[in-house]
């Protein structure tokens, strides 16, 4: 499979909706944050066009941030937490339930492991502004997180800013 077969059905990219708008580019603010040298991910939880949680892709804190990891790839993988997951965490640590919440991820499609985090937690619906196209690595996983999202009720579409 390839990253041109994938497709975003479901989406509603031609008039996105402003509060909508306005929590993507939140999101890609946030992904600024991110020390990672290849790819940046933010990611907004809002309720009721409240913030609840923001999160980016970064090593888990007291971890420092030094080229020896973040300039090996296979290391930086398994130590690395994606935006998602720190979203969900400090929604934790702040005492904020993400339950009916909408999350707002740029950059790479929900990959599977997060999406489990985002249904465990109670997210109802799922927003995403990715690059295409999807790099090979990351679709498979997608098809996992859609049949999940599908399964599970989860309401995700995609948002194009460009
Ligand atoms: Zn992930």
Redesign the pocket.
Known sequence: MNATSLSLENTSQQSPDKWDERFIRLAKEVATWSKDPSRK?GCVAVKNRRVLATGYNGLPKGIPDSPDILDNRELKYKLVV????NCIYNAAANGASLEGSTVYVTT?P??????K?LIQSGVSRVVMATELPIPDKWVE?FELTKTMFQQCGIDYSFIDLT
Do not use: T, Y
Not at 82 to 85: L, P, Q, R, S, V
């Open positions: 991910i994606h935006g998602e997951m790479l929900v990959c599977s492991e997060c999406a985090g996983s």
